[in-house]
């Protein structure tokens, strides 16, 4: 989680925590890395990235997992974005990790459509 550009430290006292959204495993390092697209570090000094789960993806820094907004999903954890409904389907709440078909006898060539009565 910490990081020098130090040449011929003798101490820890020169090493720096890794910024938020970046991260360090290796001891003797002189750089962080960022975290994957999809997966985040919200602290100081972090040693790995967290994935962000199905439903959100992460922001643009790699500091926080976002929700998918209603209309929008991501099935799967490290995603970049989230995808807009097909038509045919729907999804009223933030954070939805598939849409819902719309119910027998309606349809809907909307995309993105955040609720039933879309249909």
Excluded: H, K, R
């Excluded at 020169?14 to 697209?37: A, I, K, N, R």
């Excluded at 009223?92 to 078909?101: F, I, K, M, N, R």
């Amino acid at each position: 989680g910490t990081y020098s550009t130090s040449i011929g430290a003798t101490d820890s006292s020169v090493c720096s925590p890794c910024p938020p959204g970046f991260v360090q495993d290796m001891p003797g390092s002189f750089s962080c890395y960022s975290c994957f697209y999809g997966s985040i570090s919200g602290q100081w000094g972090a040693t790995n990235c967290t994935d962000c789960p199905p439903g959100q993806f992460s922001d643009f820094n790699g500091t926080s997992c976002i929700n998918c907004s209603p209309g929008e999903y991501a099935e799967e954890s490290l995603e970049t974005d989230c995808w807009a409904c097909p038509a045919g389907t729907f999804a009223e709440a933030a954070g939805a990790t598939a849409c819902a078909a719309c119910p027998p006898g309606s349809f809907s060539d909307l995309e993105a459509a955040t609720s039933a009565t879309a249909c």
